[in-house]
């Protein structure tokens, strides 16, 4: 009981070199998760090993979500049988990964992931934590595939609330690592010597901060402390990790606290170069604040997110920029748009940094905007017509709400798009001219408006 105070209290890299590993079992009537909140499939499967003569549970993200009132995601099972036996107790699975293999259970349109107990690190008899010898010059594991108990397979996992098992058939959580407490103490908090772990693997930093957002827990001072020094680590992790760990951050639901939470934190160096931007400058902060809000309430509402349409506007202030230099330097609207577009894409791709299959989506927005300025003649119906019309809407009305535009052109085309077509024609604004006098006075016409430090050349005819 002491024990447990000064380890919750006063816990210290140097008081605490590796977490409690007593198995302590909590029966369903004390943590109430029945076993009608596993999906079917990962039941069919933990029952299916079990009967075979192995051990079987569901493990990690899961079982924390349950005790937590929150739906997961999806369901983990873990096993002491290796992957070549799972495959054969089930005829519907197919073993996956050359590094690490795993088993993919299907049953009906569901797939299970099914790992055999890892072990990665252990603690020798100095109650230090011994690190894996498949590591780069700063600890990190490049290789993680050693088979182990349950035990280790406990302490190879990030956080403490992220190790339970939950075994469905007698209902019991199998707790190592005093995760059961964390959760009840809405704590979040690394497993083993905080340094030595994040040297392991860099990305935790970033599940920390997330975690801790979806969750709504604090994370453990020791656990915090070194986060803003390591920061830098997590520019040896390779691009497409980092990438995939920050799109589900940005699509967590919880974006807007997240990159509050990495600015406060200093953890920025290093990561996608896009969010350096984001974190580190003003650069269109509130307009890139509402898109990450909006993104938010999407998510909250089980609405679809174009990754895409976020980076787009993420960047967008660096279009913007660009754009507003090739105006200054005597080129034409539309040509230095897309010379705009162009630079800050090539920069995106130099340094890895969004995969490329979102260009074109991003050029698309982007190049759309000018168009919601033409409001005569036949041109809003082309646009309406155009099949990314939603997302640019969105996008503009985005800008709206920044207030870089006139929110009366997202009003306008909030009316348009749902008018009648005879009502539609009564809305276009007057005044059609000639294509070379519509040119003559969209020149003459264009207001310079200041956005922050950036000027944006908006005209109502531009094309
Ligand atoms: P969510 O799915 O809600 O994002 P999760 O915790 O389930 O959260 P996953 O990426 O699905 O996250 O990982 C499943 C489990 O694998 C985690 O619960 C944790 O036990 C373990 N895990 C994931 N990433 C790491 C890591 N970087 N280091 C150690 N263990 C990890
Ligand atoms: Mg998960």
Redesign the pocket.
């Known amino acids: 009981m002491i024990h447990k105070f000064f380890r919750r209290y006063f816990s210290q890299d140097f008081l605490v070199p590796s977490a409690s590993t007593e198995l302590r079992i909590i029966p369903r009537k004390q943590h109430g998760v029945a076993r009608n909140r596993i999906s079917p499939c990962a039941i069919k499967i933990t029952s299916g090993l079990q009967q075979a003569g192995y051990s079987a549970f569901v493990?990690?993200?899961?079982?924390?979500?349950l005790l937590l009132g929150l739906e997961?995601?999806?369901f983990?099972v873990v096993t002491n049988a290796t992957p070549e036996e799972v495959r054969a107790v089930f005829r519907r699975s197919r073993i996956i990964g050359r590094r690490f293999r795993l088993v993919h259970v299907m049953c009906g349109a569901e797939t299970v992931e099914v790992s055999t107990f890892r072990g990665n690190s252990f603690t020798n008899n100095n109650n230090e934590t011994v690190t894996h010898k498949h590591a780069d010059e700063h600890g990190r594991i490049l290789r993680d595939n050693v088979f182990g108990s349950q035990e280790e397979d406990a302490k190879?996992?990030?956080?403490t609330?992220?190790?339970l098992f939950y075994d469905p058939a007698s209902e019991e959580i199998w707790d190592y690592l005093d995760g059961y407490d964390d959760i009840q103490a809405k704590q979040l908090r690394i497993?083993g010597t905080p340094l030595q772990?994040y040297r392991?693997?860099p990305?935790?930093m970033l599940?920390a901060v997330?975690?801790a957002a979806?969750l709504d827990m604090q994370i453990d001072t020791a656990t915090a402390a070194p986060i803003g020094d390591l920061a830098p680590l997590l520019q040896n992790v390779p691009p497409s990790r980092l990438f995939d760990e920050i799109l589900?951050l940005l699509l967590?639901g919880h974006a807007q606290i997240c990159v509050a939470d990495l600015r406060a934190r200093g953890l920025y160096n290093g990561l996608l170069p896009m969010l350096d931007m984001v974190l580190t400058q003003s650069l269109g902060e509130h307009f890139i604040t509402l898109a990450l809000k909006n993104t938010d309430e999407r998510v909250r509402q089980e609405k679809t997110i174009s990754p895409g349409f976020l980076f787009a506007t993420l960047l967008w202030h660096e279009v913007l920029t660009a754009w507003n230099t090739y105006l200054a330097s005597g080129e034409k609207s539309t040509p230095a748009l897309h010379m705009a577009m162009s630079d800050v894409l090539a920069v995106q791709e130099k340094k890895l940094a969004i995969p490329r299959r979102y260009d074109a989506i991003m050029k698309e927005i982007w190049a759309m905007q000018p168009r919601f300025l033409g409001r005569a003649g036949r041109r809003p119906f082309r646009l309406l017509e155009h099949p990314r019309f939603r997302a640019a809407y969105d996008f503009m009305l985005l800008r709206c709400e920044s207030g870089e535009i006139d929110v009366e052109i997202g009003h306008w085309w909030g009316t348009f798009q749902h008018a009648k077509v005879s009502e539609r024609e009564n809305m276009l604004l007057k005044g059609e001219v000639s294509k070379k006098r519509r040119r003559r006075r969209a020149r003459s016409e264009i207001v310079t408006r200041n956005v922050g430090n950036i000027n944006t050349s908006v005209s109502d005819t531009a094309e």
């Open positions: 493990v990690g993200g899961a079982v924390r979500d997961p995601k999806d983990d190879r996992r990030d956080f609330v992220n190790a497993i772990r392991e693997d990305v935790r599940r997330r975690l979806k589900k967590s």
